[in-house]
């Protein structure tokens, strides 16, 4: 079955660094996503990006955070200036078309010290 | 604004037994649901789903159950193995949208 990747799996950084998380969504795909989990917490929806333009976001989603679709395969998060409370777990997905399943990564788990 | 609701953080079922996950959800413009199952350190991946125009799928040992009405979803998992031990998360999403939400997430023991 096709795959979502990420990398990196584990991402360590200190605080007021910049992170940029790396996804090649399924090549056929047409809507990516982003979402987080922090630990024990539920999967909180970050960002949805379509037709080369973000289609929703959250509140989380703040002026820290930029998405970029740079090549027409990859799809990269990028926070600006990290902070302790952005330590989570860090999920692309994708689909192709409404109705149908979102396909997760493995995610990338990110620290902030 | 807590759309989609697991409120079992953890359920234990014996092997061999059935597994009653549930889920309920406020948005009635809600069209489409989704099951995912989730080990440690991975991504969610997916089990079953069902569009509101039915209130039954059925995919091997995973059954899903939604009632419209009561605003509520179950996923049944028969016969429960311990590889079933995971987090399950419940989805919902509406077609307009693209914005899929997720539940809390369920932890399922199956005890061996």
């Known amino acids: 079955e096709p795959e979502v990747t990420q990398t990196p799996s584990h991402q360590v950084t200190q605080m007021g660094q910049e992170v940029i998380l790396r996804c090649v969504p399924i090549s056929n795909h047409l809507y990516f996503y982003w979402y987080r989990q922090i630990l024990g917490q539920k999967v909180e929806f970050l960002v949805s990006f379509y037709n080369n333009e973000i289609s929703e976001k959250s509140e989380i989603f703040d002026d820290q955070f930029s998405v970029e679709r740079p090549d027409g395969s990859n799809f990269t998060l990028k926070i600006r200036s990290t902070k302790l409370e952005d330590s989570a777990m860090y999920f692309c997905?994708?689909?192709?078309?409404?109705?149908?399943?979102?396909?997760f990564g493995s995610g990338t788990q990110l620290s902030v010290l | 604004d807590q759309q989609v609701k697991q409120n079992s953080p953890s359920l234990s079922v014996q092997e061999g037994r059935i597994s009653i996950l549930n889920c309920d959800y406020t948005n009635s413009m809600f069209d489409y649901f989704l099951w995912y199952k989730k080990y440690p350190a991975e991504g969610p991946t997916f089990l079953i789903s069902i569009s509101s125009i039915k209130d039954k799928n059925e995919d091997g040992r995973f059954t899903v159950f939604l009632n419209k009405s009561a605003k509520h979803l179950s996923l049944h998992i028969v016969p429960s193995q311990p590889g079933d031990s995971a987090v399950y998360f419940c989805?919902?999403?509406?077609?307009?949208?693209?914005?899929?939400?997720f539940g809390t997430g369920t932890r399922l023991k199956v005890l061996a």
């Open positions: 989805a919902a999403t509406n077609s307009g949208t693209y914005k899929y939400i």
């Open positions: 997905a994708s689909f192709r078309q409404t109705n149908e399943k979102l396909f």
